[in-house]
T-cell receptor
Framework: DGGITQSPKYLFRKEGQNVTLSCEQN?????MYWYRQDPGQGLRLIYY???????QKGDIAEGYSVSREKKESFPLTVTSAQKNPTAFYLC?????????FGPGTRLTVL | QQPVQSPQAVILREGEDAVINCSSS?????VHWYRQKHGEAPVFLMI?????EQKGHEKISASFNEKKQQSSLYLTASQLSYSGTYFC???????????FGKGTRLHILP
């Protein structure tokens, strides 16, 4: 089955620790995205990548980092510099004009 | 700039109709509509492109007024399964990043 996988579904970390969220897709899509979702805020773009080894900052990139070494993978690292990291994180890939979302990772920083 | 959605929330009885609006201050290339159930990933509904026609999907359709940079999503004879949060996303150019609105929560009562 083709799709986007994110793991884990729930993640807990202590304050001050970096944490990496996984995103893998087998849809052969070139473009991939990371969004953050907070209650009442909609989806806010963190980073996006339109091709391997290249990525751009979105609207709220501070405190986050990404890599795109393979077409299938676009991991997101939430660093200790992110002041309010607790949120629901969604990864997406796109084919032409349509975005397909993964199931999301709910990160809680204690 | 984030598109503005209205209303923020709607409560309907099964069988009633609903309209959700999305407006932007910028000229648009496309408008995307997604529905998200609680705790799940957003699911693509439809895309409307500049110069394109009104789209339809079962009892859910949408229009795009390019001159006013507005789109409306129409839900006809709503079903319980239509409950969720509806997001519009806008692009100002092809292959540009999508900026999402804050969402409209729709609750259908039996």
């Amino acid at each position: 089955d083709g799709g986007i996988t994110q793991s884990p579904k729930y993640l807990f970390r202590k304050e001050g620790q970096n944490v990496t969220l996984s995103c893998e897709q087998n849809l052969n899509h070139d473009a991939m995205y990371w969004y953050r979702q907070d209650p009442g805020q909609g989806l806010r773009l963190i980073y996006y990548s339109q091709i391997v080894n290249d990525f751009q900052k979105g609207d709220i990139a501070e405190g986050y980092s990404v890599s795109r070494e393979k077409k299938e993978s676009f991991p997101l690292t939430v660093t200790s510099a992110q002041k309010n990291p607790t949120a629901f994180y969604l990864c997406a890939s796109s084919w032409y004009d349509t975005q397909y979302f993964g199931p999301g990772t709910r990160l809680t920083v204690l | 700039q984030q598109p503005v959605q209205s209303p923020q929330a709607v409560i309907l009885r099964e069988g009633e109709d609903a309209v959700i609006n999305c407006s932007s201050s910028k000229a648009l290339y496309s408008v995307h509509w997604y529905r998200q159930k609680h705790g799940e990933a957003p699911v693509f509904l439809m895309i409307l492109l500049k110069g394109g026609e009104q789209k339809g999907h079962e009892k859910i359709s949408a229009s795009f007024n390019e001159k006013k940079q507005q789109s409306s999503l129409y839900l006809t004879a709503s079903q319980l399964s239509y409950s969720g949060t509806y997001f519009c996303g806008t692009e100002t150019a092809r292959d540009d990043k999508i900026i999402f609105g804050k969402g409209t929560r729709l609750h259908i009562l039996p």
